[in-house]
């Protein structure tokens, strides 16, 4: 059983930084598929990082909106999904998920949106005042 959970979110001013860390049991993969995904009050749910293994190849990919602020990575010995977040801004405020598919795919990829993944955690909130 997978159980993915996520720490670190909090409330920060614009500018400021904060890592988002997700834990993930019952999943260990030498290929492996996972994402940072938010949602904000009234909107959709959408990607906002994902990081992909097959082989030796590692695939990442950001969403528009956060690149050159966000870095998706991945720490196989602790078997955690990480997210630096630097420079945040007002709208970037949201409950922040952590996903996870049962292994590496083509639509590994954040413009694929979610059908990659096939489990999710609770969420943490980020809230970044301006």
């Known amino acids: 059983q997978v159980q993915l959970v996520e720490s670190g979110g909090g409330s920060v001013q614009a500018g400021g930084s904060l890592r988002l860390s997700c834990a993930a049991s019952?999943?260990?993969?030498?290929?492996?598929?996972m994402g940072w995904f938010r949602q904000a009050p009234g909107k959709e749910r959408e990607g906002v990082a994902v990081?992909?293994?097959?082989?030796?190849?590692?695939?990442?990919t950001y969403a528009q909106s956060v690149k050159g602020r966000f870095t998706i990575s991945k720490d196989n010995a602790e078997n955690t999904l990480l997210l630096q977040m630097n420079n945040l801004k007002p709208e970037d405020t949201a409950l922040y998920y952590c996903a996870a598919g049962s292994r590496y795919s083509r639509v590994c990829v954040v413009e694929a949106g979610t059908q990659a993944f096939g489990y999710w955690g609770q969420g943490t909130q980020v809230t970044v005042s301006s």
């Open positions: 990081i992909g293994k097959y082989g030796s190849t590692t695939y990442i």
């Open positions: 019952g999943y260990i993969s030498s290929s492996y598929c």
